[in-house]
């Protein structure tokens, strides 16, 4: 069984900052990439930021300058610092994790991991 567990939100004034983190623990092979993804009430899920295994990282425009992504590898977890937030940062933050297999020169995904979420509020 994997479980992937956010922990990290709350609720914070605009111009605040938290941390996000989030762990993935069980039987899996290898953790490739790993990303960030939030649903604000009555929108889509998006992507907000992604790290693969090799440490490239990728942000939405919308969060450029002000989230930053990071992971540590030996403990299978990723961190979203997330600087000036602002009332539209405000939405459930999910946690993926792509179990891999890696080979010499490639991997290959087997299967993917959701958390259940962890809720951001920016408000004053």
């Known amino acids: 069984q994997v479980q992937v567990v956010e922990s990290g939100g709350g609720l914070v004034q605009p111009g605040g900052s938290l941390r996000l983190s989030c762990v993935t623990s069980?039987?899996?092979?290898?953790?490739?990439?790993m990303g960030w993804h939030r649903q604000a009430p009555g929108k889509q899920r998006e992507l907000v930021a992604a790290?693969?295994?090799?440490?490239?990282?990728y942000y939405a425009d919308s969060v450029k300058g002000r989230f930053t992504i990071s992971r540590d590898s030996a403990k299978n977890t990723t961190y979203l610092q997330m600087n000036s937030l602002i009332p539209e940062d405000t939405a459930v933050y999910y946690c993926h994790a792509d179990e891999v297999i890696f080979y010499t020169n490639s991997q290959r995904k087997i299967d993917g991991y959701w958390g259940q979420g962890t809720q951001v509020t920016v408000s004053s």
């Open positions: 069980g039987r899996i092979f290898s953790i490739g990439a």
């Open positions: 790290i693969r295994s090799s440490g490239t990282t």
